[in-house]
């Protein structure tokens, strides 16, 4: 990679630091969130008038896992792209080792792989 890549896509090692510090706190606070609702549950249990309440709970519970299970997989996707950084391969297709198209950088700063490599990826895990 040379100086003027490097520099080019340093506005996108920004982003995908302030996107790593983000990801964390917003994972931190739902962490926190789900220690308070499993506190609120196991108080409202042995109220019968609450069992609604306590559906509509797990409900929120359940959305909220998804939420982080989403958040947890782009952190880790972003925390890839920071150690491609590191080691000079950001910018670089994992699969054929060709530059990514800076436009598809630009949209999708983690993303690891070219367009043709990507969507080849996709097609073979479903
Ligand atoms: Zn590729």
Avoid: H, Y
Avoid at 25 to 42: F, K, L, M, Q, V
Avoid at 95 to 111: E, G, K
């Amino acid at each position: 990679m040379n100086t003027s890549t490097q520099n080019s896509f340093t506005p996108l090692r920004v982003w995908l630091l302030a996107r790593e510090a983000e990801l964390v706190a917003e994972i931190g606070a739902a962490r926190e969130a789900d220690i308070e609702a499993a506190t609120a549950s196991g108080v409202a249990a042995t109220d019968v008038n609450d069992l609604e309440d306590q559906a509509s709970k797990r409900e929120r519970t359940t959305l909220q896992d998804a939420e982080v299970r989403r958040d947890r997989a782009e952190l880790s996707d972003v925390r890839a792209a920071l150690a491609r950084w590191n080691d000079g391969t950001f910018g670089t297709c994992i699969d054929c080792a060709q530059p990514i198209d800076f436009q598809r950088l630009s949209a999708t700063p983690s993303a690891a792989r070219c367009i043709a490599c990507q969507t080849r990826f996709e097609s073979t895990r479903s």
